[in-house]
C-alpha cells in the first residue's frame, strides 16, 4: 500500500493527535487516522503535506463497534511501524456522584480503545517490530479531589503498558505511554475559561504554566524513535508528579 512506514495514529482530530500526526508526516510515516468525526477527519486529511494511507471512522464509547471499525481499517496493511493512541475522557465528578454509565464510559474510553490498539495492532508488528505510545496522566500517580475516573483508568493503562512491554519485547515492539499534566486541548477548554479554575490547577505545577500540545507530541516523537526504551511511562507535566511548588516561609 506504500513504500513509507505506517503510522496508526488513534484520536487524531483531537488537539494533540492532529500534532502527532503532522510530526509523524514530518518524520516520513504514513498515516493511518482514526477519529470519531468525519468532518473533522476531512479537515485533518486537507491540512496533511500527504493523504493518509486510510481514516478510520470509530468512537470508542462503543467498543464492539471500535473494534470492528479498526480492525477493517487495518486490514489491507501488510504491517505497521507504530501507534499512538491520544483517545481519552475527562471527568471531574466524584466517585459517589458517578453513575454506572459514566464509569463505563471512562473505562471504555480510557483502557479499552487501548487494548483493542494492542489487540489489533500487534499483529501487524511481529514480523519488524515497532512502537505503540499510549497517554495517562499525571492523574494517575498523584492523589487528585475528584479525578477518580481519570487515576483510575489511566493508572490501570500505565500497567497494561508494562505488562505488554514484557510480553512483546521479542519482538521488538516497544509499549510506552507519555503522561502530561494540564495542557491546552480541546478537552480543557473549560478549565481554561476559569479564572480561578486555571490559577488552581496552574499552581500545582511547578513550572507555572500549562503545557502546549507540540510539547506532548514532542514527547511523543522521542518514544517512537528511541529503540531502547520500553515499559516506561514519560512525565511531560511541569513537575506536577514529581516537584512540589517552592513554599514561602515568613
Known amino acids: 500500500m506504500t513504500d513509507r512506514p505506517v503510522a496508526l495514529v488513534l484520536g487524531a482530530t483531537g488537539t494533540i493527535g492532529s500534532q502527532v500526526a503532522h510530526n509523524l508526516q514530518e518524520r516520513g510515516y504514513g498515516l493511518v487516522l482514526l477519529g470519531r468525526d468525519r468532518a473533522k477527519l476531512d479537515d485533518l486529511n486537507k491540512a496533511l503535506s500527504h493523504r493518509p494511507v486510510a481514516s478510520i471512522l470509530a468512537d470508542a464509547t ?3 463497534s471500535f473494534e470492528e471499525s479498526l480492525s477493517e481499517g487495518l486490514s489491507g496493511l501488510d504491517s505497521l511501524s507504530c501507534a499512538v493512541n491520544t ?24 483502557i479499552t480503545s487501548s ?18 505510545v499510549f497517554f495517562s496522566s499525571a492523574a494517575a500517580s498523584v492523589g ?6 481519570i487515576s483510575m ?8 503498558a508494562r505488562a505488554a512491554s514484557a510480553t512483546y519485547a521479542r519482538q521488538k515492539i ?39 500540545p507540540e510539547e506532548i507530541s514532542r514527547a511523543v516523537m522521542f518514544l517512537v524513535e528511541s529503540e ?21 516561609y515568613k
Not at 93 to 110: F, G, W
Not at 153 to 160: D, F, H, I, R, S
Open 115 to 132: 487494548f483493542l490498539t494492542l489487540k489489533l495492532a500487534v499483529p501487524k508488528m511481529k514480523r519488524a517490530g515497532g512502537a505503540v
Open 144 to 149: 487528585m479531589a475528584s479525578h477518580e475516573t
Open 174 to 212: 516497544r509499549v510506552n505511554v507519555v503522561a502530561p499534566g494540564l495542557t491546552k486541548t480541546n478537552l480543557t477548554e473549560a478549565i481554561f475559561k476559569d479564572e480561578r479554575t486555571l490559577g488552581a490547577s496552574l499552581a500545582t505545577h511547578a513550572l507555572g504554566r500549562a503545557g502546549e
Open 153 to 160: 483508568t489511566k493508572a490501570a493503562l500505565e500497567g497494561l
Open 62 to 64: 462503543d467498543p464492539k
Open 87 to 110: 483517545i481519552g475522557s475527562m471527568s471531574f465528578t466524584p466517585a459517589d456522584r458517578l453513575t454506572l454509565s459514566e464509569y463505563q464510559k471512562a473505562i471504555d474510553v480510557n
Open 228 to 248: 531502547w526504551i520500553t515499559g516506561t511511562t514519560l512525565h511531560i507535566d511541569g513537575g506536577l508528579s514529581s516537584v512540589r511548588p517552592r513554599m514561602v
